[in-house]
């Protein structure tokens, strides 16, 4: 297995969720047995790097990759979620999405003072996910150590908004 047949495991899908939009979906590689392990390997090599002591996955797909993760690194994993769907007293933050404005929120407990997070989500677009859970990692002391994506739009520039954060990408697409 190697980043190109890794690529050719993620279908585009043309103006999803809307028109002008090209989708990159994982479900392709998730079915594939051998691709999902190898990119969890790939992931979990470059997480490993920044001595990360817990995750932070972001919901929905970042669960799936996140959940893995924390089993082959042994890490604790933390959900990230959309408004109402935790049980527990939360934090929240607001966040510019590609196509829309969202909101995450995590259990106000989840992240604690010093420690060292991987934020993990399976795409990383204008990078307004993924700076809005860092916010959510740091507003208790705690720190990010590393942005790990299976895919980066670069065209983007979801990286430019993330600067200060190492960013770990397997898959870049310079153009939709």
Known sequence: MNLEQLRQRIRDVPDFPKPGVVFKDITPLLADA???HWAI???AARIRHHRANALAAV???GFIFGAALALVLKLPLHLVRKPGKLPYRKLSKDYELEYGRGTLE????AFKAGGRYAIVDDLVATGGTAV?????VESGGAHVVCCAFVIELAFLRGRQKLAGYPVESLLVYDRE
């Open 34 to 36: 051998e691709s999902f």
């Open 41 to 43: 390997v790939q992931l």
């Open 59 to 61: 919901e929905s797909r």
């Open 106 to 109: 995590v259990h106000e407990d």
């Open 132 to 136: 809005a859970t860092a916010a959510l």
